[in-house]
């Protein structure tokens, strides 16, 4: 399972890479926005400055919602850096600018998937990653996890290439839940990832035996 941090704070993202399990970065407007990151020229500087702290695949995403627009803000994120995933959202030209890029060997993550019809859109026009939310769906008391299960069978069924990216990520049980049905990469904040480090008898236990050492070494 790929784990991908889901901000656009530089600190969080360098914190996960220094922690050696982070396999890439999505960022969405929102997450820039919430970090003061605004005009066009700031933006795709930002998105430079991420790649070139973490190894492995970072989602931009396109705010065009007509076809033309996509294809030429994604164009320009994906010439940007070797690292760029073009993001772009399910709604019918969304569709289409992914088959475009599909067709093109530019990579993409098709976002804003809330069900099974839309993930086997995404698929269908080539889509790199598919990003179902999960998060948001639990929010109005629909289950988010049945949604990744349905994706995960109905791409193993067509034995698809798109790999499931879990988003809207909240907490750590959601990132062992959707390890549990096999969803391919996880993205999250980073209390979902450096969460999964605690356990309070790990905590006692290495207490007893630094105790124990300094016992036995006076
Ligand atoms: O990756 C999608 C994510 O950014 C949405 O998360 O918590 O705003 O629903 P959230």
Redo the contacts with the bound molecule.
């Keep these: 399972m790929k784990f991908f941090i889901?901000t656009a704070n530089l600190d969080q993202i360098r914190e996960a890479q220094e922690l050696g399990i982070l396999d890439g970065v999505?960022t969405?407007p929102?997450?820039m926005a919430k970090e003061g990151i605004t005009g066009q020229d700031n933006i795709l500087a930002h998105y430079v400055k991420i790649c070139e702290i973490v190894d492995g695949d970072v989602s931009a995403e396109v705010i065009s919602t007509d076809f033309d627009g996509m294809v030429k803000e994604g164009e320009a994120l994906a010439d940007l850096h070797e690292q760029i995933v073009v993001k772009l959202p399910m709604i019918k030209d969304g569709v289409k600018a992914c088959k475009y890029f599909t067709d093109k060997g530019i990579r993409t993550n098709v976002?804003l998937v809330f069900s099974a019809g839309q993930a086997l859109l995404a698929a269908k026009a080539g889509a790199t990653y598919v990003?179902p939310?999960l998060?948001?769906l639990d929010d109005i008391s629909t289950d988010g996890l049945n949604l990744i299960e349905e994706i995960r069978l109905i791409y193993d069924n067509y034995a698809f290439d798109t790999e499931i990216l879990a988003?809207?990520i909240?907490h750590t049980m959601h990132v062992i839940d959707c390890a549990k049905l096999g969803a391919d990469v996880m993205?999250g904040p980073l209390s979902s990832i450096t969460g999964l480090l605690k356990h309070p008898l790990t905590d006692i236990g290495l207490e007893k035996f630094l105790q124990d050492y300094q016992k036995g070494n006076k």
């Design positions: 889901d999505t969405n929102s997450l976002t990003s939310f998060g948001r988003a809207s909240r993205t």
